[in-house]
């Protein structure tokens, strides 16, 4: 392994913002599911995820710039994550944490209605991989378990299969679509979803690509 790359694991260690559940950790189910806001926020905040997060700066972000909000970044890459603790640590933020974790652990990590709004940023289209793909059936099925009445979701992407995959998926859920464009900063450049970037989106921005994006309630 790099040796900077040990050097970030090993801090991460420290981090008390970042919890990395191990599987024995999940069964049978994560020790603050259902007690974020009690036992680490210790406020009633509402609850944002962010799936896939990477390294954070769309959490960090949000957080910033809204602070009665708790917010919690997931992603698998413990290196990546590393970015979006060391910047949570220097900033001092009380409103955001971290999981190490495959988002397909998020029924173990989070209660029934516990969540009031998830971000899917920029997840990877997995072609040929539905069940993988974060608005899959499967994931959303989750999604909709977790969260409280009328909660809202966010998918953000630069990839137009994926998009139009997840628009024909959603027709099979009770949702309310909010608002969908295959082109956010053309048709909505003054809405606020357009006013914080991710560190993928700000690579699309930069190279022209049209960044999709939908936005949806669960209407149970
Ligand atoms: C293309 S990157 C986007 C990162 C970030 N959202 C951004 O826009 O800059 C996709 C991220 O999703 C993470 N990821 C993919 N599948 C995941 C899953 N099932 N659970 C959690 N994270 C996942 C990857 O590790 C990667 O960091």
């Given at each position: 392994?790099?040796?900077?790359?040990?050097?970030?694991?090993?801090?991460?260690?420290s981090?008390?913002?970042?919890?990395?559940?191990?599987?024995?950790?999940?069964?049978?189910?994560?020790?603050?599911?259902?007690?974020?806001?009690?036992?680490?926020f210790k406020?009633?905040h509402p609850?944002?995820?962010?799936?896939g997060?990477?390294?954070?700066?769309?959490?960090?972000?949000?957080?910033?710039?809204?602070?009665?909000?708790?917010?919690?970044?997931?992603?698998?890459?413990?290196?990546?994550?590393?970015?979006g603790?060391?910047?949570?640590?220097?900033?001092?933020?009380?409103?955001?944490?971290?999981?190490?974790?495959?988002?397909?652990?998020?029924?173990?990590?989070?209660?029934?209605?516990?969540?009031?709004?998830?971000?899917?940023?920029?997840?990877?289209?997995?072609?040929?991989?539905?069940?993988?793909?974060?608005?899959?059936?499967?994931?959303?099925?989750r999604?909709?378990?977790?969260?409280?009445?009328?909660?809202i979701?966010?998918?953000?992407?630069?990839?137009?299969?994926?998009?139009?995959?997840?628009?024909?998926?959603?027709k099979?859920?009770?949702?309310?679509?909010?608002?969908?464009?295959?082109n956010?900063?053309?048709?909505?450049?003054?809405?606020?979803?357009?006013?914080?970037?991710?560190?993928?989106?700000?690579?699309?921005?930069?190279?022209?690509?049209?960044?999709?994006y939908?936005?949806?309630?669960?209407?149970?």
């Amino acid at each position: 392994m790099a040796k900077k790359k040990l050097i970030h694991f090993t801090e991460n260690l420290s981090f008390k913002h970042l919890f990395q559940p191990r599987y024995s950790d999940l069964q049978p189910q994560f020790r603050l599911k259902g007690r974020w806001n009690r036992d680490f926020f210790k406020n009633d905040h509402p609850i944002t995820l962010e799936l896939g997060c990477g390294k954070g700066e769309f959490t960090v972000g949000l957080a910033l710039k809204e602070k009665t909000r708790n917010y919690i970044g997931i992603d698998f890459k413990g290196a990546r994550l590393w970015r979006g603790c060391k910047t949570v640590e220097e900033q001092n933020l009380a409103n955001v944490a971290f999981i190490r974790s495959r988002a397909d652990h998020i029924e173990q990590l989070f209660d029934e209605g516990e969540v009031n709004e998830i971000w899917i940023t920029f997840p990877e289209p997995q072609p040929g991989k539905e069940r993988k793909r974060l608005t899959a059936p499967v994931f959303l099925r989750r999604y909709q378990r977790i969260m409280s009445p009328n909660s809202i979701v966010h998918l953000k992407t630069d990839d137009v299969p994926l998009l139009t995959y997840t628009m024909e998926i959603l027709k099979e859920f009770p949702v309310e679509i909010l608002l969908s464009t295959e082109n956010l900063y053309g048709e909505y450049r003054d809405e606020p979803v357009a006013q914080i970037q991710t560190f993928y989106e700000s690579m699309w921005l930069e190279q022209g690509k049209p960044i999709g994006y939908v936005k949806f309630r669960f209407r149970t």
